[in-house]
């Protein structure tokens, strides 16, 4: 076998037929009803005690924290009540420190000086009229790691992901701490919400639309890791809730879907799926997210050219002198985990076939390879195989959306849509279903729309109609506007 077919032949491993994806979409309708009756170890489903979409006429100033796995970013937003807004953001690194050889009081303490310093700088006036007057300002908190709410402002950390490992937070209140440490610099600042950074990207998209153009009810994330909240009938959510609004007979769900680990929603399982999954920090679990999301596709595309290199007939990189001792560099980012970025699986799909420029010029600076060594079906055969992991992806990813919105109702198997005015008489007139999405891998890599789309029409229960009635956007960086939306709609129904 030639390099090509061999490459072709690892590519088929990674490929999710049409009919995979309609066994995978009624698994996932199963496990989502699954997990609003009971825990299941295998399906998150949290209730966000969100009951309401953003209209687009809220008004009022709130603020937002988002503490990301590298960023701590806090904002503060006004809304003009037509869809309009102003924010003021400010950003800082968290120190590695503070993620991991800290403690929960220091890490909430650099919270609450973040948001000190940023009255300091931005609304020193507010500030003290707030002070004068005895009101607060309500602050959504952005918080995207598993944390098990019972309120709107409360939740329990159940484990830390993306880097963070402050072992006295788990099992306890974020929410509470926040406000301990907030209270402790004597800020008039309320936490009204938790919110994982999926909803907050939907609550953003949704107050920027125009009310008469559509409604959104499902939000994703596509970025580190991968996430999606949807809107639940609240008599489907049989599972003990806390004390909630009732009134718009929904909320918004947030699935966990990265860690769904049913065997049937890994397909296919290739085994270099199973290698990465061996050697990661938890074995076993996170098995969608391994599949999806921009920390492992890359990595993916690194294992299975491991693979494709250790065979000596496909003569992979021939020639190559990985490891030149003189260079003094250690072992070739080749053969070390994590050296392949999900973004190459991008510029991979950018180009042409016949091509191939960028791609070729990407190889030799991530692997660190002359670039006469790298011959012209070298490229092509990283391509065929990047190819098949990003589209693997896209699919998955359309699967899950899709399922998300016909579990929600909005799509529906014997009627192409529902009319979405049967949730509430606000949003008549209503003609499409909407999605908001955010992260740089349904940002940027190309066609990942489109292979959700064809997925869509393939799904029993979407199909070509359905399909076309489908709005997305990408809320870029919305997230911390959007908890700030959820923080002020909260104060504000009090
Ligand atoms: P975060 O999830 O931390 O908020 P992002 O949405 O930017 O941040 O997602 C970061 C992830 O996206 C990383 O795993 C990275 O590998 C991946 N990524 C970055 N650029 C691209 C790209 N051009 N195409 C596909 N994936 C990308």
Same mark, same amino acid.
């Given at each position: 076998?030639?390099?090509?077919?061999?490459?072709?032949?690892?590519?088929?491993?990674?490929?999710?037929?049409?009919?995979?994806?309609?066994?995978?979409?009624?698994?996932?309708?199963?496990?989502?009803?699954?997990?609003?009756?009971?825990?299941?170890?295998?399906?998150?489903?949290?209730?966000?005690?969100?009951?309401?979409?953003?209209?687009?006429?809220?008004?009022?100033?709130?603020?937002?924290?988002?503490?990301?796995?590298?960023?701590?970013?806090?904002?503060?937003?006004?809304?003009?009540?037509?869809?309009?807004?102003?924010?003021?953001?400010?950003?800082?690194?968290?120190?590695?420190?503070?993620?991991?050889?800290?403690?929960?009081?220091?890490?909430?303490?650099?919270?609450?000086?973040?948001?000190?310093?940023?009255?300091?700088?931005?609304?020193?006036?507010?500030?003290?009229?707030?002070?004068?007057?005895?009101?607060?300002?309500?602050?959504?908190?952005?918080?995207?790691?598993?944390?098990?709410?019972?309120?709107?402002?409360?939740?329990?950390?159940?484990?830390?992901?993306?880097?963070?490992?402050? =072992?006295?937070?788990?099992?306890?209140?974020?929410?509470?701490?926040?406000?301990?440490?907030?209270?402790?610099?004597?800020?008039?600042?309320?936490?009204?919400?938790?919110?994982?950074?999926?909803?907050?990207?939907?609550?953003?998209?949704?107050?920027?639309?125009?009310?008469?153009?559509?409604?959104?009810?499902?939000?994703?994330?596509?970025?580190?890791?991968?996430?999606?909240?949807?809107?639940?009938?609240?008599?489907?959510?049989?599972?003990?809730?806390?004390?909630?609004?009732?009134?718009?007979?929904?909320?918004?769900?947030?699935?966990?879907?990265?860690?769904?680990?049913?065997?049937?929603?890994?397909?296919?399982?290739?085994?270099?799926?199973?290698?990465?999954?061996?050697?990661?920090?938890?074995?076993?679990?996170?098995?969608?997210?391994?599949?999806?999301?921009?920390?492992?596709?890359?990595?993916?595309?690194?294992?299975?050219?491991?693979?494709?290199?250790?065979?000596?007939?496909?003569?992979?990189?021939?020639?190559?002198?990985?490891?030149?001792?003189?260079?003094?560099?250690?072992?070739?980012?080749?053969?070390?985990?994590?050296?392949?970025?999900?973004?190459?699986?991008?510029?991979?799909?950018?180009?042409?076939?016949?091509?191939?420029?960028?791609?070729?010029?990407?190889?030799?600076?991530?692997?660190?390879?002359?670039?006469?060594?790298?011959?012209?079906?070298?490229?092509?055969?990283?391509?065929?195989?990047?190819?098949?992991?990003?589209?693997?992806?896209?699919?998955?990813?359309?699967?899950?959306?899709?399922?998300?919105?016909?579990?929600?109702?909005?799509?529906?198997?014997?009627?192409?849509?529902? =009319?979405?005015?049967?949730?509430?008489?606000?949003?008549?007139?209503?003609?499409?279903?909407?999605?908001?999405?955010?992260?740089?891998?349904?940002?940027?890599?190309?066609?990942?729309?489109?292979?959700?789309?064809?997925?869509?029409?393939?799904?029993?229960?979407?199909? =070509?109609?359905?399909?076309?009635?489908?709005?997305?956007?990408?809320?870029?960086?919305?997230?911390?506007?959007?908890?700030?939306?959820?923080?002020?709609?909260?104060?504000?129904?009090?």
């Amino acid at each position: 076998m030639s390099l090509s077919q061999k490459a072709e032949s690892i590519a088929s491993e990674f490929v999710l037929s049409d009919d995979d994806v309609r066994k995978c979409s009624k698994q996932f309708i199963f496990e989502l009803g699954e997990g609003l009756k009971h825990v299941v170890p295998t399906v998150c489903q949290i209730p966000t005690y969100v009951t309401k979409v953003a209209r687009g006429t809220e008004k009022g100033v709130s603020l937002a924290v988002d503490l990301g796995g590298t960023n701590l970013r806090v904002c503060s937003v006004e809304l003009k009540g037509d869809t309009k807004w102003t924010a003021k953001h400010a950003k800082r690194v968290i120190p590695p420190e503070t993620m991991t050889g800290s403690n929960g009081a220091e890490l909430f303490h650099l919270i609450a000086h973040e948001i000190d310093q940023f009255f300091q700088l931005h609304h020193r006036d507010t500030l003290q009229k707030l002070r004068q007057s005895k009101d607060v300002l309500p602050l959504g908190f952005t918080f995207s790691y598993p944390a098990y709410q019972t309120s709107i402002n409360s939740g329990i950390l159940l484990r830390w992901t993306k880097g963070f490992d402050i =072992p006295d937070v788990i099992n306890k209140d974020v929410c509470q701490l926040l406000q301990v440490a907030i209270d402790d610099f004597n800020l008039p600042v309320e936490v009204t919400a938790l919110v994982n950074d999926a909803l907050g990207a939907l609550m953003f998209r949704a107050y920027t639309l125009p009310l008469s153009q559509t409604r959104t009810s499902v939000g994703a994330i596509f970025g580190t890791g991968t996430n999606g909240v949807y809107l639940e009938k609240l008599s489907n959510i049989t599972k003990a809730l806390g004390t909630h609004d009732d009134s718009t007979g929904e909320m918004f769900i947030s699935s966990e879907w990265g860690s769904f680990d049913n065997g049937l929603l890994v397909q296919p399982n290739t085994k270099y799926d199973m290698k990465v999954d061996q050697s990661s920090i938890n074995p076993g679990n996170q098995m969608f997210e391994k599949r999806v999301s921009g920390m492992f596709q890359g990595e993916l595309l690194r294992v299975a050219l491991n693979e494709l290199y250790a065979d000596p007939d496909a003569c992979l990189f021939r020639g190559v002198q990985w490891d030149d001792p003189a260079q003094g560099e250690g072992p070739a980012p080749f053969f070390t985990r994590w050296a392949i970025d999900t973004s190459l699986l991008s510029i991979a799909a950018a180009e042409n076939a016949q091509e191939l420029t960028a791609l070729s010029e990407a190889l030799v600076k991530t692997l660190r390879i002359p670039a006469n060594h790298v011959s012209a079906d070298d490229v092509r055969a990283v391509k065929t195989i990047a190819d098949a992991i990003g589209k693997r992806a896209a699919r998955l990813a359309g699967m899950a959306i899709g399922s998300a919105l016909i579990k929600g109702g909005r799509i529906t198997v014997d009627r192409n849509i529902l =009319p979405v005015t049967r949730v509430t008489e606000d949003f008549s007139g209503v003609e499409a279903v909407d999605i908001a999405v955010d992260g740089s891998v349904v940002e940027l890599y190309p066609g990942f729309e489109r292979y959700m789309r064809e997925v869509w029409r393939v799904i029993d229960g979407i199909g =070509p109609a359905g399909e076309k009635m489908i709005k997305m956007g990408v809320a870029k960086d919305g997230s911390s506007i959007g908890a700030a939306i959820i923080a002020l709609i909260v104060a504000n129904g009090r």
